[in-house]
């Protein structure tokens, strides 16, 4: 399908992924499928809270099963530098309720 | 098969997607495939201030199985048309 929003045009840039239970992981896109199982290289965890800024966990080469994924974001590098994550806080996204 | 038609006429459209964690984006949809997978491009998320968790996202895939809702533009649909596919689709042809 030449027109399907396949993951091909990410390969080897840095994507923000948000799971299904509402985590949000960067890292860079090596790999996936049809199942959107996906392989990321350099991996961190951002973890929002209301009580503190952005706490970012490393967490390096990591594999999400496609079933747990919710959104992948190409994450635009300029935009991101450009944010203070020490200063931004949030709830936690919801999990997903199917 | 008649909804990946349907939204494959939509490409290039402003759509909001509302997922099942209550999350809305809005973009312009970019493509669609045969699991109602969505891509969108320029994407913002609705509510900002109460979801910064996307704030240096402009291009986004959302995985077919997590949306709840596609909010269309009101010109983005020809009843018409819908109705004959509908029926074309029952009839199971």
Known sequence: ?98 | MLFFSYFKELVGKEVTVELKNDLAIRGTLHSVDQYLNIKLENTRVVDQDKYPHMLSVRNCFIRGSVVRYVQLPPDGVDIDILHDATRREARGA
């Open chain 1, 1 to 98: 399908m030449a027109t399907g929003p396949g993951l091909e045009s990410l390969v080897d840039q840095t994507i923000s992924v948000i799971t299904n239970d509402g985590r949000n992981i960067v890292g860079v896109l090596k790999g996936f499928d049809q199942a959107t199982n996906i392989i990321l290289d350099e991996s961190h965890e951002r973890v929002y809270s209301t009580k503190e800024g952005v706490q970012q966990l490393v967490l390096g080469l990591y594999i999400i099963r496609g079933d747990n994924i919710s959104v992948v974001g190409e994450l635009d590098e300029e935009l991101d530098s450009s944010l203070d994550l020490s200063k931004l806080r949030a709830h936690p996204l919801k999990p997903v309720i199917h």
